[in-house]
């Protein structure tokens, strides 16, 4: 069954029009995500995204991000996705929302996102060994500083969203 999201305006209000994913990504309907910075010991977890992904294969991306589904609350969204992406549980009581911000782009093939992005830091120490990633989506997960952050942003092999979470560089050593 089609995953559907619900339409924002593109100021993040909501709208009572219910869309499939694919249908928001075809026609640049603004729709809402969640993303997560995982802060461990002032470094941040970054996933490299899996090779099969449609959308900027290869490249690091922040520690998990994902659409908000129908019955989802942004903050449900970030959980879920923390937990899907990386195996990582978060408590709601972890989560710091420190911005939010509209990302659109279009793709060569046509397609086009218009996404609606909450963006949370965790300040959560954890273990890389035990990180079960979601091998469809993730292909390598590591801990950075701001130094490392900047030279993987500089030499562009991070996905283009990054550039507007910059806020999370106030999270990290």
């Known amino acids: 069954?089609?995953?559907?999201?619900?339409?924002?305006?593109?100021?993040?209000?909501?709208?009572?029009?219910?869309?499939?994913?694919?249908?928001?990504?075809?026609?640049g309907i603004c729709h809402g995500i969640s993303a997560v910075a995982l802060i461990s010991n002032g470094k941040l977890l970054i996933q490299k995204r899996s090779?099969?992904?449609?959308?900027?294969p290869g490249k690091w991306d922040l520690s998990s991000a994902g659409h908000i589904d129908?019955?989802?609350?942004?903050?449900?969204?970030?959980?879920r996705e923390a937990y899907?992406?990386?195996g990582i549980l978060i408590d709601k009581s972890e989560l710091e929302l420190i911005d939010t911000f509209l990302m659109k782009?279009?793709?060569?093939?046509?397609?086009?996102?218009?996404?609606?992005t909450y963006l949370y830091v965790v300040k959560k120490n954890i273990d890389l060994n035990p990180v079960i990633m979601q091998e469809t989506e993730v292909?390598?997960?590591?801990?950075?500083?701001?130094k490392e952050y900047m030279e993987?942003?500089?030499?562009?092999c991070m996905?283009?969203?990054?550039?507007?979470?910059?806020?999370?560089?106030?999270?990290?050593?």
């Open 70 to 79: 129908l019955d989802e609350t942004p903050i449900d969204a970030a959980i």
């Open 159 to 173: 996905v283009e969203g990054i550039k507007y979470c910059g806020r999370v560089l106030d999270y990290i050593n």
């Open 84 to 86: 899907e992406e990386i």
């Open 139 to 146: 292909d390598e997960v590591m801990l950075v500083d701001k």
């Open 105 to 116: 782009k279009k793709f060569s093939n046509g397609d086009s996102i218009n996404h609606f």
């Open 51 to 56: 090779l099969g992904k449609r959308g900027e």
């Open 152 to 156: 993987l942003f500089d030499n562009d």
């Open 1 to 27: 069954m089609e995953e559907k999201v619900l339409e924002l305006k593109e100021n993040g209000d909501l709208t009572d029009n219910i869309i499939s994913k694919s249908d928001a990504h075809k026609n």
